[in-house]
Every structure is written in structure tokens, then in C-alpha cells.
């Protein structure tokens, strides 16, 4: 039962451009998203993160957009950079019944590749 | 400041056997969570630990144990090692116990082989 989905394996863009990461979920307990990137051998850097509250959040080049009716959020990057290839976990927290804050839900994550 | 810290980083194990998997969370940190990845997965919730009690579980069988020491630092235990625990075992720390912001800091795990 996947309760964070991530449905593109791979993004491929060019730098400069836009790249927009998109997670699905169906767990309408979950009040809290978070995308963390992680590079080969390293362990998941926390990236950004939206309050159910909210519908958009922003961070320097990184926004993230919040849909709650459709259980739909996206992370926009922009303008995308070599350096920003990794893979990106989407992430979800709240439900009390299964942990509440403590317990992240992860996505399969994508794997962005940032051509120069 | 040192970021959380983990070892082994790297260890080989054959089916059946024990191991310990020790962590150290960023000094201050009084939350340890444990959290397994498989190849191609996301990482999966395991334990939380929160002043030396267990504060969440996942859905993992009882031959996975942890504890958590005055220090703060903290041991993953597996017993009976099968081929399907081989793993990137992730350790992460986080300042307070619940609140709203969810972010934890990741070590770099430990990657288990089992054969």
C-alpha cells in the first residue's frame, strides 16, 4: 500500500530550464510534506517542506506546491543546475494513527539529471 | 558541528547471523529514528526513539530491535539475518519529539549485505 507515490522514476532537463518533480498521495491524514535529495553515498538532505495550511512554500530557487483536494504536490526548480542532480524523495508526515510527526512516509523517489 | 554519524558504513553478513548497527545523533539531538532502503525504494520508518523510549515502530518483525543509551546514541538490532534484509539502514536525529516540522538529519547510513 503505497501512500506517497512518486510516478516518474527519471526527469532529464537542461540546465537553465525548469524542473518540476511531482508526488502523489493518498493518505488524507498526512498533514505535513517534505522533499529531501539525496546524492550517491550520502544520506537524504532535507530540502523544503509545506504545512497542510499552506499551498505553496518557497526557497530560493526550490518552491513547492501544495493541492490538497487533488492529494498532489510538486516541487519546482528553478532555474535547474548541474549540481541539482540527484534523486528526490517526496515525503509525508501527520497521521497520528501511524506515528504522527515522528514517522516519515516516502515516496520511490526521482532521479534528476541536470544536463549543462 | 558533527552531523549525525553512523558505523559500520559498509559490513558483510551471511544469512542467519546477527547484526548491530550503531548510530550517534547530532549533539543535541534527543530523537533517533532508524529507517531502511532498499534498492529502489524510499526509505522505510522502522524505529523512533525519544529520551531512551520507543516512541514509533513500523511494520518490521520482531528480529528488528533498537535501544537508545543515555547519550542519546542509539543501536539497530537484526536477528536471523535473511537475503531480504540487505539494505541501506538509515539513522536520522531530529532536535525536539513531535511538533510540526518533521525534518530530520540523515546520517550516511550503513550498508548491509547479506549472503
Known amino acids: 500500500d503505497q501512500q506517497v507515490k512518486q510516478n516518474s522514476p527519471s526527469l532529464s532537463v537542461q540546465e537553465g530550464r525548469i524542473s518540476i518533480l511531482n508526488c502523489d498521495y493518498t493518505n488524507s491524514m498526512f498533514d505535513y510534506f517534505l522533499w529531501y535529495k539525496k546524492y550517491p553515498a550520502e544520506g537524504p538532505t532535507f530540502l523544503i517542506s509545506?504545512?497542510?495550511?499552506?499551498d505553496k512554500n518557497e526557497d530560493g530557487r526550490f518552491t513547492v506546491f501544495l493541492n490538497k483536494s487533488a492529494k498532489h504536490l510538486s516541487l519546482h526548480i528553478v532555474p535547474s543546475q548541474p549540481g541539482d542532480s540527484a534523486v528526490y524523495f517526496c515525503?509525508?508526515?501527520?497521521?497520528?494513527?501511524?506515528?504522527?510527526?515522528?514517522?516519515?512516509?516516502f515516496g520511490k523517489g526521482t532521479k534528476l539529471t541536470v544536463n549543462p | 558541528d558533527a552531523g549525525v554519524t553512523q558505523s559500520p558504513t559498509h559490513l558483510i553478513k551471511t544469512r542467519g547471523q546477527h547484526v548491530t548497527l550503531r548510530c550517534s545523533p547530532i549533539s543535541g539531538h534527543k530523537s533517533v529514528s532508524w529507517y531502511q532502503q532498499v534498492l529502489g525504494q524510499g526509505p522505510q520508518f522502522i524505529f523512533q526513539y525519544y529520551e531512551k523510549e520507543e516512541r514509533g515502530r513500523g511494520n518490521f518483525p520482531d528480529r528488528f530491535s533498537a535501544r537508545q543509551f543515555p547519550n542519546y546514541s542509539s543501536e539497530l538490532n537484526v536477528n536471523a539475518l535473511l537475503l531480504g534484509d540487505s539494505a541501506l539502514y538509515l539513522c536520522?536525529?531530529?532536535?525536539?519529539?513531535?511538533?510540526?516540522?518533521?525534518?530530520?538529519?540523515f546520517g550516511e547510513g550503513s550498508r548491509l549485505t547479506v549472503l
Open positions: 509545506i504545512s497542510s495550511i499552506k
Open positions: 536520522a536525529s531530529r532536535g525536539l519529539a513531535g511538533g510540526p516540522t518533521g525534518e530530520l538529519f
Open positions: 515525503a509525508a508526515s501527520g497521521d497520528i494513527t501511524q506515528g504522527g510527526s515522528e514517522k516519515l512516509v
